[in-house]
């Protein structure tokens, strides 16, 4: 009898330890979609459109970035006197890079269609995250520079798995790492985000971005412009 009171008691801890996970994971999601504007704002970004600079090994490059969620992202490229673009939507993608010796629009492979299906929901993939089919696991904290940050293992539908830093103090996503596909070489691939603010209409960005290409700082962010679906398209 005592032997089976002590196991009541592990599967009692057990069950709740799970239940006081799985409410820090919502916690913590809460608590930065609040900082984003809350879940109301957030549900009514529905396009989005970015200038800014990326320097990239000593040499500036001009961009604009437009996306209407969950349906495409287009990025324009202005570098050393030609212009490109990248597109990709959820289920085709094409580059066309000048300046890279590309004479017209290549179509995407399917592991790249699929890398940049993660940024097409403008609204984030934490709000709503259980709806959306994406399961969270809190692996602990770890500093991000000199901040103290949450660390969040986010599995989403597809499978494509991303592990999301969030400042414990500022409830911002400062760091996120993804597995791409690079020459052929699967890479863990970081991105640093910073300088968040506020857009004209109150919407929250990160003003300053790291990636694994160099740093975009953008001068200006616009929402829910108008967008024509046709832009999604290779030229």
């Not at 879940?39 to 090994?57: P, Y």
């Amino acid at each position: 009898m005592k032997q089976f009171k002590l196991g009541l008691l592990a599967l009692t801890a057990l069950v709740s330890v799970h239940t006081t996970k799985a409410q820090t994971v919502d916690e913590i999601v809460n608590r930065n979609i609040a900082a984003m504007g809350g879940k109301e704002k957030l549900e009514t970004l529905k396009t989005v459109r970015m200038e800014g600079l990326l320097n990239t090994q000593g040499t500036d490059v001009n961009l604009v970035i437009t996306r209407a969620t969950l349906i495409g992202q287009r990025i324009d490229i202005s570098v050393m006197g030609m212009d490109g673009y990248q597109i990709n939507t959820p289920t085709a993608g094409w580059n066309y890079m000048p300046f890279m010796g590309q004479t017209s629009p290549e179509a995407m492979k399917d592991d790249q269609i699929k890398a940049g299906t993660a940024v097409l929901d403008l609204q984030g993939n934490l709000l709503n995250y259980k709806d959306k089919g994406t399961t969270l696991e809190l692996l602990g904290k770890e500093k991000v520079d000199t901040a103290d940050c949450y660390k969040l293992k986010a599995t989403l539908k597809g499978g494509k798995v991303i592990t999301y830093f969030i400042d414990t103090q500022l409830n911002y996503v400062v760091k996120t790492v993804n597995t791409q596909n690079l020459n052929g070489e699967e890479k863990e691939v970081a991105s640093i985000f910073s300088n968040y603010k506020p857009t004209a209409d109150g919407y929250i960005f990160p003003w300053t971005n790291i990636t694994i290409q160099g740093q975009i700082d953008f001068s200006k962010i616009e929402a829910n412009v108008p967008v024509d679906a046709k832009i999604f398209t290779s030229n």
